[in-house]
């Protein structure tokens, strides 16, 4: 294998300095066409690469990126991560990414973790158990150090940052219009979610607020915390509750509903309409195809990855912190039934 060469050791074959030798490879216009062409051409036989560290100390950036979600296996994360990596990648930037799998206690050892490795900054989606505890002092830390960061979808108002969210609220309240416009009136949430989680609170909010519209509407509730009973309780509930419709809150329980709508006997929309958050794969080849909130997590990932850099690039003290919002989609497919009326009541 060839020894991985450095710059002094280029700058010794050239017989040049080694100033002369950096600025050669920046195509510095002080340095002449044919010394530039001579350094060029040693350092691709060499395949010479700059230290990386090198570069960072003396810039006082390592044009990497720390990204902390809580669940990979979850699609909307997963699609969120790529655009992170896609928009992250184009303008030179890096990411290490940390898994919480939900877990409080991880995500405090991940941020000092990447903190410590003197990532230039964060993009975050706070996980389920930090949400329930509300213990935030992890982030309140680099707020206090002024460590440049963005919250996506799982936010929290308390720390002072830029933050990437959907319309959770209105995308529940266009869902459970569907259902009633399209006849539902025994209507249901189901989720995994815990109601401290700030995408669960608000996307309930949604739900209640158009099923008050309407005195024939009524509304029953399932929360499911463990995830290791979810078809027990997803069946259970199904044969205790007279229903016509199901809004999953998250993707999963809208799944685990259109299975055990099956086993029950009950048939998928003629009994049951049903729609579920995320557009994943569970809902593109569940049978029939699920009716789905799209939150476009990847433009999403890619937006939060655009504040951020954008924030890194620019250090101005009159920087303020800000909150944008991604628009969801209702992708509408065979778990219901069309519409009969297309207008809210007066």
């Known amino acids: 294998m060839r020894r991985k060469v450095t710059l002094k050791q280029l700058a010794k074959e050239l017989n040049l300095s080694i100033s002369t030798v950096s600025k050669s490879l920046k195509n510095d216009p002080e340095i002449s066409e044919k010394t530039i062409n001579r350094v060029h051409e040693l350092a ?12 960072s100390l003396k810039s006082n950036k390592t044009k990497t990126i720390g990204v902390i979600l809580p669940d990979i296996l ?3 994360f997963a699609k969120a991560l790529y655009g992170i990596e896609q928009e992250a990648s184009k303008r030179g930037y890096k990411i290490l990414t940390c898994i919480t799998n939900e877990s409080y206690q991880k995500e405090i050892e991940y941020v000092e973790m990447l903190n ?9 989606a706070l996980s389920q158990e930090t949400q329930v505890v509300n213990k935030l002092d992890h982030f309140k830390a680099l707020e206090r150090d002024r460590v440049p960061m963005v919250m996506f979808d799982r936010v929290s108002n308390e720390i002072d940052c830029d933050k990437v969210i959907v319309d959770d609220k209105i995308a ?10 399209s006849g539902c009136k025994r209507i249901a949430t189901i989720t995994t979610l815990s109601n401290e989680v700030s995408v669960a609170s608000l996307r309930l909010e949604g739900v209640e607020e158009v099923a008050s519209m309407y005195n024939e509407v009524t509304l029953t509730d399932l929360r499911i915390k463990d995830s290791n009973t979810i078809e027990n309780e997803i069946e259970q509930f199904l044969k205790n509750n007279t229903i016509d419709a199901v809004l999953g809150l998250d993707e999963t329980a809208a799944a685990v509903t259109i299975n055990m709508s099956h086993k029950l006997g009950y048939k998928i929309p003629e009994d049951i309409s049903v729609i579920g958050f995320t557009d994943g794969l569970l809902s593109k080849h569940s049978y029939p195809k699920l009716t789905t909130v799209s939150q ?8 939060a990855t655009q504040i951020l850099m954008d924030r890194l690039e620019n250090t101005s003290d009159s920087y303020k912190a800000s909150t944008k919002i991604v628009k969801t989609s209702l992708i509408v497919r065979d778990s219901t039934h069309k519409e009969l009326i297309s207008s809210l009541p007066d």
């Open 172 to 181: 529940s309240k266009n869902a459970v219009q569907y259902l009633v416009n």
């Open 116 to 124: 410590y490795s003197s990532v230039d900054g964060f993009i975050v």
């Open 74 to 76: 979850n699609h909307f």
């Open 296 to 303: 476009h997590a990847e433009d999403l990932g890619a937006k």
């Open 44 to 55: 691709n036989f060499y395949n010479y690469k700059p230290n990386a560290l090198a570069v």
